[in-house]
C-alpha cells in the first residue's frame, strides 16, 4: 500500500466510446484490452502507469488500456469492473481498495472470463486464490522488517537501549499490517528493549500529521516514529519539525518519493526509507498480462517485486538525481 503524498498523478476513466472511434476507422483493442486500475492519486501509481505503458509498448502487442482512478472508494472500483466485465476485457490489473469488500467485483471479472492481476494490495488470501491469476507484491513483511533493522541499527549507534516507538498506519490494508509486524519484530530482535507506545491510523497526510502530533502530546519522549507508507512517514516528519523536535524524534518509513528522498538528503528527521519501485511493478504486471494474452498461466500466485532500501542522506541525493522527474 503506498499511502504517500507524492507529485499528484490522475488516471481519468478512459474508457472511450467503440462506435465512435469505429466512425473514424480506428480499429479498437486490435491486440487486446486490458482494464487497470488506480488505487488513488499518489506518485507511485503515476510510475505503476509509466512501467505498463512501456512494457507494453516494447512487446509484441500493445492493448488498448482502458483506465480509471478510484480514489480508494470500493464503489468505484465496482462500478469500473462492471464495465470492463461486461466489454469481456481480455484483463484487469489493479490495486484493490479493500481485501473483503472488493471481492465481489473481483469475482464478477473472473466469472466473466476476464483474468486479473493484483499488484500492491489484493483481497483475501483464499478469494484470491480463487480469482485472482497473478498478485505482484513485495514481501510486506520483508518491507517492514527492513525499517526495523534501519531503526534498530539507529538505536545501537546512538546507544539507546529502550526506546520508545510510535507507529502511523494504514492498517485498513493487509499488507500495511504485515509491514508492521515484519517492522516490529525486526525492531525487537535488534534491540529488545524497544517498546511500543502508541500505534494510530493516519491514512491521508493531513491525518498522518494530526496522529502524529496527537501522539507526541501524549508521549513527548518519543524516540521514533515508524509510518507504515508515505503518507504516514511524511506526516511523522511534519509533526516532528512543527513541535521542534529535530535532534530529538526521528523517523523511519516506507515508500520513496521526491519529497521523502529531500527530507533523507537533510537527514534531520527522517532516517531511512524503504521502498517498491512502481515502475518496477508496472513493467511486472504487465508482462504478466502478456503471458496470459500469450494462454499462459503464471507459475505462481505472487509474483515477487523487488524491495529497495535507502538509509543514508546520499542515498536520497542519489534517488533525487536518478529520478528528476518525482516518478517512482
Known amino acids: 500500500m503506498r499511502a504517500t503524498m507524492k507529485k499528484t498523478f490522475t488516471a481519468g476513466f478512459a474508457l472511450l466510446s467503440l462506435t465512435l472511434l469505429a466512425a473514424c476507422g480506428q480499429q479498437v483493442g486490435a491486440d487486446g484490452r486490458i482494464g487497470v486500475v488506480y488505487l488513488n492519486a499518489e506518485g507511485y501509481y503515476a510510475g505503476v502507469q509509466r512501467g505498463l505503458e512501456a512494457t507494453f509498448a516494447d512487446g509484441a502487442r500493445e492493448p488498448q488500456l482502458i483506465a480509471t482512478n478510484i480514489q480508494s472508494d470500493a464503489s468505484r472500483e465496482s462500478t469500473f469492473v462492471d464495465t470492463i466485465s461486461s466489454v469481456q476485457a481480455d484483463a484487469l490489473i489493479l490495486s484493490p481498495a479493500s481485501a473483503t469488500a472488493s471481492i465481489p467485483a473481483i469475482r464478477l471479472a473472473h466469472e466473466n472470463g476476464v483474468p486479473v492481476i493484483c499488484y500492491n494490495t489484493c483481497i483475501e488470501d483464499e478469494a484470491a486464490e480463487q480469482y485472482v491469476s497473478g498478485y505482484i507484491l513485495g514481501d510486506p513483511t520483508e518491507f517492514g522488517a527492513a525499517s526495523g533493522r534501519q531503526m534498530g541499527d539507529y538505536f545501537l549507534e546512538q546507544g539507546i537501549a529502550d526506546p520508545k516507538v510510535a507507529v502511523i498506519n494504514c492498517e485498513q490494508f493487509e499488507v500495511c499490517i504485515q509491514r508492521r509486524e515484519g517492522f516490529e519484530a525486526a525492531l525487537l530482535e535488534r534491540v529488545p528493549g524497544a517498546q511500543i507506545v502508541a500505534n494510530q491510523e493516519g491514512l491521508t497526510l493531513d491525518a498522518a500529521v494530526e496522529r502524529a502530533e496527537q501522539i507526541i502530546t501524549a508521549h513527548p519522549d518519543v524516540d521514533a516514529f515508524y509510518g507504515e507508507a ?56 504487465a508482462q504478466t498480462a502478456m503471458q496470459i494474452l500469450a494462454g499462459e498461466e503464471p507459475d505462481e500466485l505472487v509474483i515477487p517485486a523487488p524491495i529497495d532500501e535507502y538509509a543514508t542522506a546520499a542515498s536520497g541525493a542519489d534517488w533525487i538525481e536518478t529520478h528528476p522527474d518525482g516518478i517512482p
Open 230 to 285: 508515505g503518507s504516514q512517514m511524511i506526516g511523522a516528519v511534519r509533526a516532528i519539525r512543527s513541535r521542534g523536535l529535530e535532534g530529538q524524534t526521528v523517523v523511519f518509513g516506507g515508500d520513496m518519493s521526491t519529497q521523502a528522498a529531500q527530507m533523507l538528503e537533510d537527514n534531520a528527521i527522517l532516517k531511512g526509507v524503504t521502498d517498491i519501485s512502481g515502475i518496477k511493478v508496472g513493467e511486472l504486471a
